[in-house]
């Protein structure tokens, strides 16, 4: 009796394994390309995408034996923070070495030299609302959607959304009409 007890625990681990890993083929086919293209504009490299969706596919693998409602937004989820923590790790290494007077060598050009203006003016956009922007409008994720990922309030996303607005309207010489009326 306790052989058919280890049996239906290895079978139903099995099942569960399979099916995550369906899972996992279906959004790789389906939404990893866009996903990794959001990424990039986040991060300003392909590879540090690339490898903070990786990282998120690797701990949805992990829990594989856990039940996971909304595989995509889970997924576009963690990577967006992986990427997000990546990038600020990035930045912190590049002023420590502005400090000191040495600059890190690349073999691959810089992002910088082979971007649109779009892609330049996003940028130079603060932090945050580079993130809000990028996940509202390139992963087409919901105000709310936006909040609970960062873990902020609506109103926080909304007013971050309006600046970044107002940034790349006068980055890109545009003129941005608030819809205040005057």
Do not use: C
């Not at 600020?88 to 810089?110: C, F, N, V, Y």
């Not at 926080?156 to 980055?171: N, Y």
């Amino acid at each position: 009796m306790r052989r058919l007890g280890v049996q239906a625990v290895s079978a139903a681990t099995r099942d569960t394994a399979d099916g995550r890993a369906a899972e996992i083929e279906h959004f790789m086919q389906t939404h990893s390309t866009r996903l990794v293209g959001a990424l990039t504009l986040i991060t300003g490299s392909r590879g540090a995408a690339e490898d903070a969706l990786q990282d998120a596919l690797a701990k949805a693998w992990i829990r594989r034996d856990e039940p996971i409602e909304q595989l995509v937004a889970w997924i576009t989820v963690v990577a967006t923070n992986q990427a997000r923590s990546g990038y600020r790790r990035r930045m912190a290494e590049e002023r420590a070495l502005t400090k000191i007077g040495s600059r890190a060598q690349s073999d691959e050009p810089s992002p910088r030299e082979h971007d649109d203006t779009l892609h330049r003016a996003l940028r130079l956009l603060p932090e945050r609302e580079r993130e809000v922007t990028v996940m509202h409008y390139v992963l087409d994720q919901s105000v709310a959607q936006v909040a609970a990922a960062m873990g902020v309030a609506v109103g926080t996303v909304k007013t971050l959304l309006f600046r970044a607005r107002q940034h790349l309207a006068d980055e890109l010489g545009l003129d941005y009409d608030t819809g205040e009326g005057g």
